[in-house]
C-alpha cells in the first residue's frame, strides 16, 4: 500500500492529512469550509484515492491559508506516497461535463510543476469558498505533487457545475496517473530514468 501522512502546525493552520494512493475513494474531510470539503471529497471519490484531511485554520483572517494549505499538505502526501514513481501511469487526462459545463484536464507527474489554468468563475463565492480560490488550490496541488497540469473550461454557466467538473476531472486524470500498471514492471516511467526535474 502507497500511504503518507502529514501534520504541521503553523500559526496560519494545524492540518493532519493521510492518502492512500492505492484505496478506493473513501474520505474524511473536515476543513471548516463546507464547499471545499464538498470538492476534495470529489477529489478522493474519483481518483480512488483515500483521504483524511483535517483542519483548523484562522477562518477569521480569510479562507487563504486553509485552501492552500489543503492543497499543500494533500500534494505533499500524495508526493511522499508515491515514492520515485515506479510504475506509474504518469500521465492522466479527462474530459469532464456536468450538465452543460465541460471541462479537459490533462496533467503529467513529471517532478516538473507546471500550471496552465483557462478558467474563469462569473460569481465571487461558492456557497462561501472564494472562487479566486479554486485556481490557487490547484497551482498549489501541483506544485506540491510536481505536476504538468493543464486544465481548461471548454464551456459552462453553472459555477457549482464548472468547479465540480474541475475536481472530477482532476480526479480522473490523477487516478490514470498515479494507478501501477503492472506492464511496466516497477520501472521509473522515463527514459531518463528519474522523474524529479
Ligand atoms: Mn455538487
Not at 40 to 49: A, G, K, P, Y
Not at 103 to 108: G, P, Q, S
Request: with cysteine.
Amino acid at each position: 500500500m502507497r500511504t503518507a501522512s502529514i501534520a504541521r502546525k503553523t500559526h496560519e493552520t494545524d492540518i493532519s492529512v493521510e492518502v492512500n494512493l492505492d484505496g478506493c475513494g473513501t474520505y474524511d474531510v473536515s476543513t471548516g469550509i463546507g464547499f471545499l470539503d464538498h470538492m476534495i471529497e470529489q477529489f478522493s471519490r474519483h481518483s480512488l484515492i483515500d483521504i483524511r484531511c483535517r483542519i483548523v485554520g484562522d477562518l477569521h483572517v480569510d479562507q487563504h491559508h486553509t485552501t492552500e494549505d489543503s492543497a499543500i499538505a494533500i500534494g505533499q502526501a500524495i508526493a511522499q506516497a508515491l515514492g520515485d514513481k515506479a510504475g506509474i501511469g504518469r500521465y492522466g487526462s479527462a474530459y469532464s461535463p456536468m450538465d452543460e459545463a465541460l471541462v479537459r484536464v490533462a496533467l503529467d507527474i513529471s517532478g516538473r510543476p507546471y500550471f496552465v489554468w483557462k478558467a474563469d468563475f462569473t460569481q465571487e463565492k461558492l456557497g462561501e469558498l472564494d472562487t479566486e480560490l479554486v485556481e490557487h488550490w490547484f497551482h498549489s496541488i501541483g506544485q506540491a505533487v510536481g505536476i504538468t497540469l493543464h486544465v481548461e473550461l471548454l464551456y459552462g454557466t453553472n459555477n457549482h457545475h464548472v468547479c465540480e467538473a474541475i475536481f472530477k476531472g482532476f480526479a480522473r486524470a490523477m487516478r490514470s496517473a498515479v494507478e501501477r500498471d503492472p506492464r511496466k514492471g516497477g520501472a521509473i516511467p522515463s527514459t531518463k530514468g528519474q522523474l524529479g526535474g
